[in-house]
């Protein structure tokens, strides 16, 4: 999967946001920036032909189908360990029961968080050209 920063926040990759929260004095946040390297790592390898831009804001990583802050929030990734990760995906507009309705669970692991990304990416429709 390709997977890189949203044009609305250029100013470091994903990559290099999360190295310096892994950097982070705080063991909780360290944590936080490992784990969301790791994904990012693993989400890359993906072998699919997708294209997400990533956004993030505070410390969640949000993918989004098109390379604008303005396009809808499809995914939103945060981490708290490797055993606590919340993944959460927008509903369709046709099955949701009110307007940007999410659908959310709790990754025990990275391989987990990694089917559960691309299970809500195919379930949100955000990226079904």
């Known amino acids: 999967m390709e997977l890189s920063r949203c044009r609305d926040q250029n100013t470091k990759t994903l990559d290099d946001f999360y190295r310096e929260v892994a950097e982070s004095p705080g063991r909780e946040w360290a944590d936080i920036g490992r784990v969301m390297l790791d994904l990012i790592a693993r989400l890359r390898a993906l072998p699919t032909p997708s294209r997400a831009y990533g956004l993030t804001s505070l410390y969640r990583l949000c993918l989004l189908a098109e390379d604008t802050y303005k396009n809808h929030w499809f995914i939103i990734i945060s981490a708290q360990d490797e055993r606590n990760i919340d993944i959460e995906y927008m509903m369709p ?6 307007p940007n309705a999410y659908v959310k669970g709790c990754a025990r692991s990275l391989d987990e968080a990694v089917e559960m990304i691309v299970i809500g990416m195919e379930k949100s429709e955000g990226w079904k050209s």
């Open 93 to 98: 507009v046709h099955l949701a029961p009110w």
